[in-house]
């Protein structure tokens, strides 16, 4: 079946300018993960979703950070005001109800903040 | 709070040398304990999970590891690798369904 999309896959933007993410997870999963990934270290945790609501989003580095998901499907990561430092590979996750916590990545949209 | 700790950041093998990745976690708690691998132009995938019971686990390709309680340790083995084997490795913990806490990450070059 289909795994985790994530759209757009690169994403070049200017300073200051305001960016989405989306990720679509795999059917059916009713939790949901965004991750951020820095060149040359591993994944960093920003905020989980179990189905709409945010169940942690102690990740979230400041207030220019917001994500949604209010189908508890499709998420949108959302960034105000970017800066050159939020340039990374951002991760999206998927996980399905029950006793499994393996979690399914997604291929990453790759923000570039000029 | 929790840490995860690779202690190589980039392993270079022949072709059939055997493997070794050490990966070290702080967390007093019950955890469930993973192995990621990345491809070249590949997103991450799950090569490996240890939840409970035997503490030794086997993933796919013949990777394997091993969960050490008292020393907080899940290494990553493999007793020959191959050139295809060439990714980036990367240990992970949680504490039963929330984040997930990487390390730092592995490369791996396997010269054929």
């Known amino acids: 079946g289909a795994g985790v999309s994530q759209t757009p896959s690169n994403k070049v933007t200017e300073k200051g300018k305001y960016v989405e993410l989306r990720c679509d997870p795999i059917s059916g999963h009713t939790a949901l993960y965004w991750y951020r990934q820095s060149l040359g270290q591993g994944p960093e945790f920003l905020i989980y979703?179990?189905?709409?609501?945010?169940?942690?989003d102690s990740g979230l580095p400041n207030d220019r950070f917001f994500a949604v998901r209010p189908e508890g499907s499709v998420s949108t990561l959302k960034i105000q005001r970017t800066e050159r430092g939020d340039s990374a590979v951002y991760l999206c996750?998927?996980?399905?109800?029950?006793?499994?916590?393996?979690?399914?990545f997604g291929p990453g949209t790759r923000l570039t903040v000029t | 709070a929790q840490s995860v700790s690779q202690h190589n950041h980039h392993v270079i093998l022949s072709e059939a040398a055997s493997l070794e990745l050490g990966c070290n976690y702080s967390?007093?708690?019950?955890?469930?304990l993973f192995w990621y691998v990345q491809y070249p132009g590949q997103h991450l995938q799950l090569l490996l999970k240890y939840f409970s019971g035997d503490p030794l686990v086997k993933g796919i390709k013949g990777f394997e590891a091993e969960f050490i309680k008292s020393k907080f340790s899940f290494n990553l083995r493999k007793p020959s690798v191959q050139w295809s084997d060439t990714a980036e490795y990367f240990c992970?913990?949680?504490?039963?369904?929330?984040?997930?806490?990487f390390g730092q990450g592995t490369e791996l070059s396997v010269k054929p």
């Open positions: 992970a913990v949680d504490n039963q369904g929330g984040k997930l806490i």
């Open positions: 979703f179990q189905g709409t609501g945010a169940a942690d």
């Open positions: 967390y007093g708690g019950t955890v469930n």
């Open positions: 996750a998927s996980r399905p109800s029950g006793g499994s916590y393996e979690q399914y």
